[in-house]
């Protein structure tokens, strides 16, 4: 009898100790790096007594609001350039910073509020190393009188974050 009890309990023992499975890890460490390309530009305007916007889209429309006037003087407008090298397949969030105030050549302030992308998010990368994935980002300029946003140029820096996910 006490044979056949340790008997049952090796089987048993064979039938609990079966390898375990699971996920293996991803072929390399997966991370992202984000080049700035280009800039946002807006090109050149000009306005009258009330101000109002104008906007850049990330497909590269300029459009304004209010009394400002687009003017095609040689200036570009564009929108912000990122190349994204990731993984084929990554899954990425972008999320914009806070508006940014951008200061003039001759005094006056512009609020940038970032505008959405061309890829939208969250996002896929797409392209094999060593090519990129490209994303363009748009903004809006909210401008003022020509008393409080004087005839210059403007320059800021603005935040966008890229997160992996």
């Known amino acids: 009898m006490k044979g056949f009890v340790y008997t049952i309990l ?14 293996q890890p991803p072929p390399r460490p997966i991370s992202i790096f984000v080049n700035p390309a280009q800039g946002l530009r807006f090109g050149a305007f000009t306005l009258g007594t009330t101000g109002g916007t104008v906007a850049v889209a990330s497909s590269g429309a300029r459009t304004s609001t209010g009394d400002v006037v687009l003017l095609q003087l040689g200036y570009t407008f564009a929108p912000a350039i990122f190349e994204v090298d990731a993984n084929p397949g990554t899954l990425i969030q972008i999320v914009n910073g806070p508006a940014a105030v951008l200061t003039g ?22 392209a094999t190393p060593p090519a990129r994935t490209l994303v363009r980002i748009g903004g809006t300029l909210t401008v003022g009188n020509l008393l409080s946003n004087p005839a210059g140029q403007y320059s800021g820096t603005f935040n966008v974050t890229f997160i992996q996910e």
């Open 10 to 23: 090796f089987i048993s023992g064979l039938l609990v100790c079966r390898p375990a499975k699971g996920q």
């Open 105 to 126: 050549s001759n005094g006056g302030t512009l609020l940038l509020t970032i505008g959405s992308s061309s890829t939208g998010t969250p996002f896929i990368a797409t």
